[in-house]
């Protein structure tokens, strides 16, 4: 009388499903991306090497340059750790690439996003004690206290992560 619906179950959870759903790594688009990546960094490297080579220069001297400079490595390290957790390009099993902990953890979010924040906060504290009070802050306390004591929170969440295998990577 009535037609029967039937339901099959959905197949289950396999590498090739994963890469079906998945757009496959070094694809065209990620090669454009890298491309437009390194095109953008060229201006900023040169930025970098101008603000170091004029270094003593009252002008960059009142900014901080170690603190630019620095901020800028941060943010480099974080770029390029983004590609490879993201998984642009093939990580090779036992390769430099495929330690998990190392990209995710450490290289993205405690040398680059962590670092990177940090030293811009040091950087906004630097020029206000410029501004407002008319005295610079001394290298030594920079790299020292501060520098520690703004990481420790990120360094103690990637202890945890890497010892714990908080990073799965699905090969």
């Given at each position: 009388?009535?037609?029967?619906?039937?339901?099959?179950?959905?197949?289950?959870?396999?590498?090739?499903?994963?890469?079906?759903n998945?757009?496959?790594?070094?694809?065209?688009?990620?090669?454009?991306l890298?491309?437009?990546a390194?095109?953008?960094?060229?201006?900023?490297?040169?930025?970098?090497?101008?603000?170091?080579w004029?270094?003593?220069?009252?002008?960059?001297?009142?900014?901080?340059?170690d603190?630019?400079?620095?901020?800028?490595?941060?943010?480099?390290?974080w770029?390029i750790?983004?590609?490879?957790?993201n998984?642009?390009?093939?990580?090779?099993?036992?390769?430099?690439?495929?330690?998990?902990?190392?990209?995710?953890?450490?290289?993205?979010f405690?040398?680059?996003?962590?670092?990177?924040?940090?030293?811009?906060?040091?950087?906004?504290?630097?020029?206000?004690?410029?501004?407002?009070?008319?005295k610079?802050?001394?290298?030594?306390?920079?790299?020292?206290?501060?520098?520690?004591?703004?990481?420790?929170?990120?360094?103690i969440?990637?202890l945890?992560?890497?010892?714990?295998?908080?990073?799965k990577?699905?090969?």
């Amino acid at each position: 009388m009535y037609p029967m619906i039937t339901t099959t179950a959905p197949p289950p959870f396999t590498k090739d499903a994963y890469w079906r759903n998945c757009e496959r790594p070094g694809r065209f688009q990620d090669w454009t991306l890298l491309g437009i990546a390194l095109l953008a960094a060229i201006p900023f490297v040169c930025g970098n090497l101008v603000i170091f080579w004029y270094r003593k220069r009252k002008y960059f001297r009142a900014q901080g340059v170690d603190l630019v400079l620095a901020s800028s490595t941060a943010g480099l390290i974080w770029l390029i750790s983004a590609f490879v957790v993201n998984q642009h390009f093939k990580r090779q099993k036992g390769s430099f690439f495929s330690i998990c902990p190392l990209w995710s953890f450490w290289l993205q979010f405690t040398l680059g996003f962590c670092f990177w924040l940090s030293l811009l906060a040091l950087r906004l504290h630097h020029l206000y004690l410029l501004s407002a009070r008319e005295k610079q802050m001394e290298a030594l306390q920079i790299w020292l206290f501060y520098i520690p004591l703004l990481l420790t929170p990120s360094i103690i969440f990637s202890l945890f992560a890497t010892v714990y295998d908080a990073s799965k990577y699905i090969e």
